[in-house]
């Protein structure tokens, strides 16, 4: 592996935009744009927690810049820039290096993000990737998790339980499935779609941790509950299939992590501009509940009894 300096100067300099100063100084200098919040979020990333040793690197330089991206997305964020923090074991070598660098490069072009800096150390353990990603919105704009109000419809972008899925065919529990894999290694995070969707809705959180979990988050930040159909959860064919055959995985559709969709609140009266502006960018739209002045989430399957969910997420210091 080359220096520390070779390496931030052949991988990332490339990669740097202006606020970055070529990765040159001791700091970045930003511009910040007038009548706008800054949104800050950062996602850490784990070898042996979040990804295997053997994951490729382009995977988990996808999943740590997708799951930045993924958080502005769900605050309606523009993304700006990043800081790219990143501890290599001494195994890491330069065809890791450039398949890492180059897939960065690819999401940036796709997300208009830059990178602006970062720092670089030895691990002695496995790799950790840690980014600090920064977007905008007009000021006093940001989507909260708050701000659900009783009767909102609930909504959900894409598929879930496809990142699960395929994280139990890497695991060898079921049969690999390329679409599961693909899913769980190479999220698509929902950046563009974040903006348009932010003036109609009231609360907004990504799905990182399962559905029950994240719209838990929004109900609690809220002060408020929901209902969610069962049966209403969007699902693909593979995944339809999949649970029909094993009932025991059905879980991975509310309580899975990773899949990096959007659950979001609205009022009854935007169902329609929703459903809209999500044709127009060709992502689906699922309507799975509604809040509820009951505090609580409460999953109801398709006889309208209550489901009993023993573990509605993921969580790192589960006891
Ligand atoms: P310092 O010693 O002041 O912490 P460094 O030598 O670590 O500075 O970093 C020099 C420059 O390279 C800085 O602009 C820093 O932001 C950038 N940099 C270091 N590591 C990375 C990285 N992994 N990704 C992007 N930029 C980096
Ligand atoms: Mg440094």
Redesign the pocket.
């Known amino acids: 592996m080359a220096n520390?300096?070779d390496l931030?100067h052949r991988y990332?300099s490339p990669l740097a935009g202006p606020e970055?100063?070529g990765?040159?100084?001791?700091?970045?200098c930003v511009t910040v744009e007038p009548e706008c919040d800054l949104v800050v979020t950062k996602d850490m990333l784990v070898e042996g927690v979040h990804f295997f040793g053997n994951d490729p690197a382009s995977s988990i330089a996808h999943k740590s810049l997708a799951a930045n991206l993924s958080d502005l997305a769900a605050k309606g964020a523009k993304p700006n820039h990043y800081?790219?923090?990143?501890s290599l074991p001494g195994t890491i070598d330069d065809a890791w290096l450039q398949k890492f660098s180059d897939t960065l490069a690819k999401l940036q072009q796709k997300t208009g993000i830059r990178?602006a800096?970062?720092?670089?150390t030895r691990s002695l353990s496995g790799v950790v990737v840690s980014i600090t990603a920064m977007g905008t919105v007009p000021h006093g704009k940001m989507v909260r998790r708050s701000g659900a109000q009783v009767d909102d419809l609930v909504f959900v972008t894409g598929t879930l339980g496809d990142a699960a899925l395929g994280l139990k065919c890497l695991e060898g529990h079921i049969e690999p499935t390329d679409s599961l894999i693909e899913r769980y290694r190479y999220p698509e995070a929902r950046f563009a779609l974040g903006i348009t969707l932010a003036p109609h809705i009231h609360a907004c959180a990504d799905v990182s941790d399962g559905l029950l979990a994240d719209l838990g988050h929004i109900a609690e930040a809220s002060g408020l509950g929901a209902d969610v159909t069962l049966a209403d959860i969007p699902l693909s064919p593979v995944v339809r299939q999949l649970i029909t055959q094993n009932p025991e995985y059905e879980n991975s559709i509310y309580a899975g992590g990773d899949d990096y969709e959007l659950v979001f609140t609205a009022a009854v009266s935007k169902r329609a501009k929703l459903e809209k502006v999500c044709a127009d960018a060709g992502v689906p739209l699922a309507v799975v509940g509604r809040i509820t002045e009951n505090t609580g989430i409460r999953l109801i399957d398709q006889n309208g009894k209550l489901v009993h969910t023993e573990r509605t997420g993921f969580q790192h210091f589960e006891t």
């Open positions: 520390e300096f931030i990332f970055g100063l990765l040159e100084d001791d700091a970045a800081f790219l923090g990143l990178l800096g970062g720092d670089t």
